[in-house]
């Protein structure tokens, strides 16, 4: 039976080997990676119960199909429980046993494949992408390690800019749970009143535009991981809710009476004072105690400015992959930006490299290529201009940005073309924006301009 069926299996197209036994088989498996195991249950000395879990006790991604006679349905059904993917029931017609090895195969490439982009995410968002050397890193990085393997909520406390989510998305790539969702909600970018919506979902006719049912963003992240960013920034009507959800690991949609049990690892963050929050009764104790059961901390950029150089040579590498040009920055460059206290942290030095990267025409990044806002103290200048009241408004910000950055551009460039190129906007929308802002070159407009 074994040399007929290997005839049959490979008449089909697969690459068969044929073991005599089940320490043959073992053999085999020792050897070399094999996608599919098809054994009978009835072998002796080893039966194909003990081969199937010495089998499955070895590399990850291995289908195993088992054959028993129709009287032996209960082993069979053991034989599911232990790890098998399927059983065949003798006797069976080819077409059934090809179509079998064929699900079987399908399930062992998607596992694969799963398993390469979990090592690509690792490679992406694991501790390899938290760049740093200073011991506030490191310390970091050593809680993250601890962590990351419980299922234990997480607190992340930090400056915008420092990172959290990449903190969390580090949490979860190195957790049980990294094959499964990972899925990010910013609570202060939803308004309130869909806010619940979004993360516990509604039922059709809840409300008015909820024409279908919609999961929740708690169902989605079913078995991973959500993180849920901006805590701080919802009501304690909504955070009443929450507490609930976390405590009874069930939500109810908005609109529905039952609820629906999530197993999901809930990663929190805020940029605010979350202790301060409590204690002027803005945020609930309770949910605050059940969120920081572990608190991690993310160290502002001007707290570890040792990190400087290490992260401008990370984001410098990211540049100039995307841009296909050969940057480097000079010495004189990285002590310029040494000097300065980011108080956009990581993601404000993380802009300017990019900025410097598409604008700068040689291939030396040199301190000028680095434009850095006034500090208290210092002698640079603001690029955002600030109202009477001393806040910038979005509209202001916005227009002395594109002022900015057409400035520079054209004073480093030969032509509009080329500014236009770099600045990702035709040369008409070019020209108008600068006709909009009061800038004036010599070179002549474009014909629909």
Known sequence: MRATTALLLRAEGFSVDEAGGGEEALALLAQRPYDLLLTDLKMEPMDGLALLKRALDGPTGLQVIVMTAYGSIETAVEAIRSGAYDYITKPFKDGELVYRVQKALERARLISTVDTFAGEFKERHGLSALVGKSAAMRELTTRISRVANSDATVLIEGESGTGKELVARAIHALSSRSKAPFVPVNCAAITES????????????????????????????????????????????????????????????????????????????????????????????????????????????RDRLEDVPVLAAHFLERANARNRRPHRITQSAIEHLTGYSFPGNVRELENLVEQAAALAEGEELLPEDFPLKKQRGGTEASPIPFSPVGVATLADAVTEAERKAIQVALERLPDLGRVAEVLGVSTTTLWRKMKRLGLKTSQEPPPDA
């Not at 708690?218 to 701080?232: K, P, Q, W, Y």
């Not at 940029?271 to 920081?292: G, M, P, S, T, W």
């Open 194 to 301: 869909l806010l619940e919506s979004e993360l516990f979902g509604h039922a059709r006719g809840a409300f008015t535009g909820a024409v279908k049912a919609r999961r929740g963003l708690f169902e989605e992240a079913h078995g991973g991981s959500l993180f849920i960013d901006e805590v701080t920034e919802t009501s304690g009507a909504f955070q009443s809710k929450l507490l609930r959800a976390l405590q009874e690991h069930e939500v109810r949609r908005v609109g529905e009476n039952t609820s629906i049990t999530v197993d999901v690892r809930v990663v929190a963050a805020s940029n605010r004072d979350i202790e301060q929050d409590v204690a002027d009764k803005r945020f609930r104790q309770d949910l605050f105690y059940r969120l920081a059961v572990v608190t991690l901390k993310v160290p502002p950029l």
